[in-house]
């Protein structure tokens, strides 16, 4: 069973010291993720994994991150590169991407200020022995997957976040959740409304929305607003609905999916418009 203490290896409770147990060492990516699918969605568990240390592809974790099918892969072999694209791409069906922020942070910058807040190495180790690659992926990680990995515990938890806040990579939090058992019909929602560019593009937003409570006849009409778009700027309709709402973090967020690159020659267009404009 996850989350047990049972001495000193690493990774999942269930996954042995070098990364598999009876896994075919030359697994590739596509049969690890038929594999994976089969065993989440019949069991109890949160946590699978692929590959192993040393083979073919490399080593990654994924992890169930909801009731819906939604699998966040950890790690940066070209195993979990890969399983990262096939979910994007749709390869296993019914089952989706968890939304991770854009960038590639190395997770040791975190090493300081965790041995700043509690005084050892303890918890970026853990971290680290459990694959976790970017800062990006650690904060997409929800408290109750970081839970179920073995040796980690609530103060370890408590620690990861409020290094993860001090430092401004906390995740982004809806003012008014919905229930949980509702996140995944309003997450599939929002997405088959949106065409396949789209669904890229607002991955971690449409995630966001499905995790409020807006009315469904909001979302759809943020939906069809998003898909209706081709360039920025932000859409006036879906600043204004967020804002109504008192969604002040998705308010933020969502004018931010708009910024034009750094060094933009095009000044003409001008800044996002501001929420509830």
């Known amino acids: 069973m996850f989350g047990e203490d049972i001495g000193d290896g690493i990774g999942p409770v269930g996954i ?102 509690s005084g050892a190495t303890r918890d970026y180790n853990l971290l680290l022995r459990n694959d976790f690659a970017t800062v990006e992926e650690l904060a997409a990680t929800p408290d109750h997957c970081l839970l179920r990995i073995r040796q980690v515990g609530p103060k370890t938890v408590a620690a990861v976040q409020q290094v993860l806040r001090d430092l401004g990579w906390d995740s982004l939090k809806v003012a008014h959740p919905a229930a949980n058992d509702a996140v995944a019909e309003r997450r599939w929602l929002i997405m088959a409304r949106l065409a396949e560019d789209h669904r890229v593009r607002y991955r971690e937003f449409a995630d966001m929305l499905a995790r409020s409570c807006m009315p469904l006849a909001a979302l759809e009409k943020i939906a069809d607003s998003l898909n209706a778009e081709a360039t920025p700027p932000a859409a006036p309709l879906v600043c204004l609905l967020l804002d109504t709402a008192g969604e002040a973090d998705l308010a933020m967020y969502y004018p931010r999916t708009h910024a034009r690159p750094s060094g933009s020659a095009d000044p003409a267009e001008g800044n996002s418009p501001e929420p509830g404009t």
Do not use: K
């Open 16 to 117: 042995g010291r070098d990364g598999r147990d009876d896994a075919d060492e030359d697994e590739s990516p596509e049969q690890a993720l038929r594999r994976i699918v089969g065993d989440l969605a019949s069991g109890d568990d949160l946590w699978a994994f692929a590959g192993r240390n040393g083979g073919q592809w490399g080593y990654a974790q994924m992890c169930r991150t909801g009731p819906g099918r939604v699998l966040h892969v950890v790690g940066a072999s070209p195993m979990a590169l890969r399983l990262r694209e096939l979910l994007a791409e749709g390869a296993a069906t019914g089952w989706e991407l968890h939304p991770v922020r854009d960038g590639r942070t190395p997770l040791h910058v975190l090493a300081e200020p965790l041995l700043a807040l």
